[in-house]
Structures are given as C-alpha cells and as structure tokens.
C-alpha cells in the first residue's frame, strides 16, 4: 500500500472519505482531484452536490437490498462513534419517520436490529395529520463543518487536495498527480460522471432537492414523511416528486427544511411557490417550528443536484490503460443520489477491499474498526466491536 500511488477524482463526501481510509490503511501517495472543494465552490455548480446535503443518516435500502445494507449499517457505527468528536459537526439525536397510518401488513424494516433506541413513535410525538410513526436514535450532519474535518484529516495524514482542476477525460488526472502518474484513480465525481470521457454514464441522472435553511435551535429531533399533501404542483412535475419532506437540525442551530425529488429536472434556480410548500409542510410534521406564532428567520434557500443511477450506486473494478500503454486499477465509487452521506464510510471500506485485493495485500476486514480506534479512541468502544 505505502508504494501505491492513489488519484481519487472528486472532492465530495465519497472521495474524501475513502481518501482518508486509504491514508489510514498506509497509502502514503493520494491525491484528491477536483474542479471545485468544500471551502470554495460555486453554489451554482450542479455538479457539486455534497456541500448542499441535508444531512442525515436515515437509509433507503430495501429489505432486499443487502448491498446497500451493509454500505448503511457500516456507517452508521461510523457516524455515531465520529459525533463524539466535537470537530466532526455531527449530533446524536431522536429520528422520527411518520406515516399516515400503519400499513396492515407492517413489518419492521430491516435495521430495527441495530439501530438505537427503536420503537414505535407515541401520540405525543405524532403530529394531528399522521396515524403512525416509527423513532430510533441517528445522527446530523452539520455539512461543512463535517467536510472540513475530512479535508484537514486528509491532509495532516500526508494526502495531497488540488482544486480547480477540470477533467474532460479521467486520464488528464494524470497531470495533476505528483510525478504525474498513478496506479489507481478512484472516481468518485458523482454527476461529473456524466460527462467525463472514459466513463460517460448514461445510467446517471440528476434528482433536484430544495430546501430552506431556518435558524431554530431549539429543534432537537430529525423528521421524515413521504405521505402525500396538497401543495404546489409545478410545471411539468409529477405530484410524487412534491412527496419528500422532511426535518433536519444541525448542531449548530441551522435547521435544513425540505424538500423536493425532482427526477431529471437540473434547475438550479429557487422556485418560491415550492419553497412556501416546504416550509407549510415542514410546519405541519413539526410544529415546534413556530414560536411564539412566528415562523423561523430563514438563513437560505438552496438547491443541489442528488447524483442518481439506474440499479444504484456504481462501486467496481476494472484495469483501463492510458495513452501512454500504462495499466491502471481503476474504480468506480459514485451513483449515491440522496444517500451518499449515510453510505460513504461503508462504500470507502469495500474501495480499500477492492485495492488490497488487486495489489495482493491480504484482506482486513476490520478497517474501519481500526480507523475509529486511531481516530476516536476510548469514546469508540462502545461500538467498534460491532464493525
């Protein structure tokens, strides 16, 4: 691993992430390419989807789907043991996901088995408009707090970021690496997918998100509903796309309202009669909003571009050779949509899988269990067992 040379294309949630768990596992040569990075990044690129997350770990893994469980439930032992560094900018807190009555061939979802504090949500916790209602224990992510903890990790671990830098072909990384080689590019540039030569995903679609930031630090608990309501329709939409609401504080006071699920639909302009349907639907699963008879100040209204895939996210490999005949190991790690938060260390974890096995490094499948030793410590040991 120590004479490895790692290029990751992307700079969001995914690519640090695994970044840093290369660095972790004795990679000492990775480079993070990217046009754009946490702290300077146009809010209208709708490439850049990470800074523009809820976010929050609440899985959309079928009972089927033990891909994606697992990627889940991984990181979600991650993020609950990280929150206990205070630089992380994640809290731990009561999530609620309500419905508008129990289905009558209920059964419980299959992470009832490991997530905290899991039960039935109570009358006190329903609001009048929904019958039924699950709550366990999750986390939030206060979004740039907690991608700047990734950068600064990544680079006092000897990684190297360079921003700015636009790839029309996944070759030309290349150039931005230190001795302008590498032996394996991780590509990790969600929607860039798209367009960049050498990948050019058809599978890949934008699903466009609107949310307000309000400031109400009072909110303690993290809510979701994905039960119909009457509200604004717009041009076009189909009325399911208007059905995602939900609630997401932060633990510095900000509180992301949402929001919107607009499948190929890449606007990155605020549409006014969607946010006033946010914010009267956001008020009606969660009425603690208002104080006093006066809405929440709003801090801002944002969209970002969710990066979807046809069949879900795309993690393999494959070797590719450059124009020069050299072969390299080259994965893909990218497709998450609205889940690349709550799947990203998990994802990371099969990346550093797929490396040891391509450069003959036997497989350890207790890294991140040693990364949070390394990283958290003694606060980690409640959980990294379970890893």
Known sequence: MEKTSFAVIGCGVQGLSTALLLLHQGAKKVTVVSSAAPSTFDKSDPTFASPKAGANWQTFASDTDHRQQEYDESTYYMLWSLSFLPQCGIMRLDGFQFFDEKPRAFE???YARFVKGYGFADASHLPATKGFGLKYETVTLNVPKY????VSRVKAMG?????????DHWEQVMKAVPGGKADVVINC??????KLGGVKDAHLFPVRGQTILVRAPHVQRTISTSSSFNGYKGEGMAEAELKVTYVIPREDGIVILGGTYQKNND???IDPKIAESIMTRCIDICPELVVNGKLPEIVEHSVGLRPAREGGCRLDAQYLATSAGKEVLFINN???GGYGYQSSWGCAASVVKMVRRAIGVPQDDKVLTAFLKETVGSEAREIVSKL
Not at 159 to 167: E, K, P, S, Y
């Open 147 to 150: 991608l700047a903890w990734l």
């Open 189 to 194: 540039s969600a929607l860039g997918s798209l």
């Open 267 to 269: 606007s990155m302009e």
């Open 108 to 110: 419980h979802p299959w």
């Open 159 to 167: 990684g190297v970021i360079v921003g700015d830098t636009h790839l």
């Open 334 to 336: 990218y497709g998450h």
